[in-house]
């Protein structure tokens, strides 16, 4: 009997740190001014830098550097105006600082069903829109996977919504041509360890609005001292704004503005990188029996970090038991069908805190058999090959017998 193949790279290493972030980390440190706030004379902090380098990359007007994607999606949901008991519309396929946010900022979270492909189904949009009468729409494109953003738009026009980007898994994406956040009124991106750019925890606000963009740095937590960001509206606005903000002391420091700054240059080059590895998975999954991957359309420019599939094929015993025999053999699947969370993998009613779980057999129904692989630019092409050919044996095997 042969002995099976075994995969032996850990799913949680990143690329090592470049040595010109390394540098500049280290210039930060002996200055001993790690906060934008303690520069002195006219230097620019990296913080404000980058702020500036983002907003231009992005193709926005303003940027807020914040301590994380979570606190970024709050401080979008209180600078549009989110209080106590504001409705928010939010798709149901997402991750827990999504509504965590919604929650933290005293919300009620409306979650809206998805589709077979894990967008957001606009038939429930437009019906929970009517329902609830709520003025913001807070989606999340879950793992990279970009809605109908003209029927979005349409729809968040009709019904006077402001549309909040969840953008921690499309930095660098495009649909139709388009950055993905420069749909909605602000977009949040995040820079946690397993995102596009790696500064172990931060966060990006980005919107062309001048008010929004002003009541986000004084929530960001900048006091009277605004006028050190970059990428910010006129004084005049500030002046506005200033008083009426909470301090929700979010403030991005400059080690970490230096690690993202510094990865900035190379993120289009990561993007091509990224979806030559999601290309052999796709194409891989897809002659896997018993499994489900949706077409991405033409239009749509995704990042690959990460894959999913779906198991129509198998019921409710088959698929933990085929993500134990994977994990065996070295290969990390994330199940979000089962009943108790793991990890980062959690679904719509296990997020106790919102009470009652809505009814959404729908999405309940999608994410039964909804698997996901992160995919590490330390894996390269021949690593992906050798993680579908062991999940195909596992699936043959269980399948067969």
Not at 50 to 67: F, I, N, P, R
Not at 217 to 232: E, F, N
Request: charged content about 20%.
């Amino acid at each position: 009997m042969n002995t099976p193949k075994m995969f032996t790279k850990p799913f949680t290493q990143q690329e090592p740190v470049s040595e010109e972030a390394i540098q500049r980390v280290s210039d930060i440190l002996r200055s001993g001014r790690l906060h934008r706030y303690n520069i002195q004379g006219n230097e620019q902090p990296e913080a404000t830098l980058l702020e500036e380098d983002y907003a231009a990359w992005q193709g926005s007007k303003y940027c807020v550097a914040v301590t994380s994607g979570g606190q970024a999606l709050q401080i979008a949901l209180r600078a549009a105006g989110v209080t106590a008991g504001t409705p928010v519309l939010a798709n149901a396929y997402t991750l827990a600082p999504v509504p965590g946010a919604i929650f933290a900022t005293g919300g009620r979270p409306i979650l809206v069903e998805i589709d077979d492909n894990w967008h957001t189904d606009i038939a429930d949009l437009r019906l929970k829109a009517q329902q609830s009468g709520a003025k913001i729409f807070l989606l999340s494109h879950m793992r990279g996977h970009i809605a109908d953003m003209d029927a979005v738009l349409e729809l968040c026009n009709e019904f006077g919504i402001t549309l909040i980007e969840d953008c921690a898994h499309t930095m660098g994406a495009r649909w139709q041509g388009k950055r993905s956040g420069n749909f909605g009124h602000v977009a949040c991106f995040s820079a946690q360890t397993y995102k596009h750019i790696n500064s172990g925890e931060g966060g990006l606000l980005t919107t062309d609005d001048p008010e929004l963009a002003a009541r986000s740095v004084i929530c960001s937590g900048s006091y009277m001292l605004y006028a050190k960001h970059g990428a910010r509206p006129d004084e005049e606005i500030f002046r506005k704004v200033r008083l009426d903000n909470p301090n929700c002391s979010a403030r991005l420091d400059n080690v970490r503005a230096a690690l993202m700054r510094a990865q900035l240059a190379g993120l289009e080059e990561n993007i091509r990188r990224w979806n030559a590895r999601y290309s052999v998975f796709q194409t891989g999954f897809k002659k896997i029996a018993h499994c489900f991957v949706p077409d991405r359309a033409d239009h749509e420019e995704y990042v690959g970090s990460s894959f999913q599939f779906q198991l129509p094929g198998l019921d409710r015993q088959q698929i933990p038991a085929l993500v134990a025999a994977c994990g065996d053999r070295g290969v990390e699947i994330k199940w979000f069908g089962a009943d108790e969370p793991v990890g980062f993998t959690s679904r719509f009613d296990s997020w106790g805190y919102l009470g009652t779980p809505p009814d959404l057999p729908q999405t309940k129904r999608v994410l039964s058999n909804t698997c996901d692989i992160r995919v590490p630019l330390t894996f390269d092409e021949q690593d992906c090959a050798l993680i579908v050919a062991i999940v195909a044996e596992e699936v043959e095997r269980l399948t067969s017998t």
